[in-house]
């Protein structure tokens, strides 16, 4: 079983700053990635950042420059730093884990149960 518990979020200005945490708890023995994507309302969920387990990131082009994910390997804790925050950041972030099958190897994933993060202007 896996745990997927997030952390952090709230109520901030504009320009304001905010982190948000993730530990990944249970079998994490094929843990391979982790995440934070966001969903506002009435909006599709978006990719907002990930982090593989060898440091490689990529980001949604809209935070490019001022959001950064970093990752705690022997915590399996996941960090999303947000700074230059916008009122088109305001949404429910998740946290996510990617994991392979041992025999297929085909990849899973696992979600947390969400943040609220508004920003107001």
């Known amino acids: 079983q896996v745990h997927v518990v997030e952390s952090g979020g709230g109520l901030v200005h504009t320009g304001g700053s905010l982190i948000l945490s993730c530990a990944v708890s249970?079998?994490?023995?094929?843990?391979?990635?982790m995440g934070w994507d966001r969903q506002a309302p009435g909006k599709q969920r978006e990719l907002v950042a990930r982090i593989t387990s060898g440091g490689s990131t990529i980001y949604a082009e809209s935070v490019k420059g001022r959001f950064t994910i970093s990752r705690d390997t022997a915590t399996n804790t996941v960090y999303l730093q947000m700074n230059s925050l916008k009122p088109e950041d305001t949404a429910v972030y998740y946290c996510?884990?990617?994991?392979?099958?041992?025999?297929?190897?085909?990849?899973?994933?696992?979600w947390g149960q969400g943040t609220q993060v508004t920003v107001s202007s």
């Open positions: 996510h884990a990617e994991f392979l099958r041992t025999v297929s190897g085909s990849p899973y994933s696992y």
């Open positions: 249970g079998s994490t023995l094929r843990l391979t990635a």
